[in-house]
């Protein structure tokens, strides 16, 4: 009885992995026009619950701005969309603005979740 729930649980955040992994696929440089996962920029995506983490890094610590918040802020908003999940934090590192990329980002109103979506 244990054993099938804690494979059910496994199996539950498998598939959360696999719906951010999907939704950090579809999320693009600006700058450059090519996926962030095909950039490898995303360092670190840990999973708590309903709750995620991700670490990340721009392109360049000198990359403008306001691609860094771009991208910081559809990592965070796309994953929030999931349905499963109810909290995303989102750090960048290694660039100039990365304290203020992470405020704004992480203090940001959240983006309406799709009713039909959630489960």
């Not at 999931?82 to 100039?96: A, D, L, R, T, Y």
């Amino acid at each position: 009885m244990v054993f099938d729930k804690i494979c059910m649980m496994s199996e539950d955040i498998q598939q959360t992995r696999r719906l951010i992994f999907d939704e950090l696929s579809k999320i693009v440089d600006p700058e450059i026009g090519v996926s962030i996962m095909e950039l490898e920029l995303v360092d670190k995506v840990d999973i708590n619950d309903n709750q995620v983490n991700v670490d990340l890094h721009l392109t360049s610590p000198f990359c403008p701005a306001v691609f860094g918040f771009k991208i910081a802020q559809d990592v965070r908003d796309n994953i929030y969309r999931i349905g499963s999940i109810e909290q995303v934090k989102v750090n960048v590192s290694n660039h100039f603005m990365a304290e203020a990329i992470n405020k704004q980002v992480n203090e940001s109103k959240l983006p309406e979740k799709d009713k039909a979506e959630e489960k």
